[in-house]
């Protein structure tokens, strides 16, 4: 159906940054909305930013200002740039999206699905 693989995530310092890439792949129909989420460690899995199917977005208010989420339609990938990094933005980050797949004859859904994840880690 809808396959999403993150990358982008590593070791950076406080006040650097990162770009986590979702590339989505399958027999994608039509991309909703697309999610990052982070879920630090022993915490719940959190919503950090949005973007919707007509490019709406959405933050949290811990990373307004600091992080920006965009897509590219053509490429089917959704980008999460995170500047000014803070020890507390340390997680592993995920790609969620609610996508409409098409079977070879309908579309079906949307339905969600969720990335494997990428790790991000913040040093002071």
């Known amino acids: 159906q809808v396959q999403l693989v993150e990358s982008g995530g590593g070791l950076v310092q406080a006040g650097g940054s990162l770009r986590l890439s979702c590339a989505v792949s399958g027999s994608v129909f039509r991309l909703n909305a697309m999610y990052w989420y982070r879920q630090a460690p022993g915490k719940q899995r959190d919503l950090v930013a949005t973007i919707t199917g007509d490019g709406s977005t959405d933050y949290a208010d811990s990373v307004k200002g600091r992080f920006t989420i965009s897509a590219d339609n053509a490429k089917n990938t959704v980008y999460l740039q995170m500047g000014s990094l803070k020890p507390e933005d340390t997680g592993v980050y995920y790609c969620?999206?609610?996508?409409?797949?098409?079977?070879?004859?309908?579309?079906?859904?949307?339905?969600?699905?969720w990335g494997q994840g990428t790790q991000v880690t913040v040093s002071s």
């Open positions: 969620n999206a609610d996508a409409t797949y098409w079977t070879g004859s309908s579309p079906r859904g949307p339905y969600n699905y």
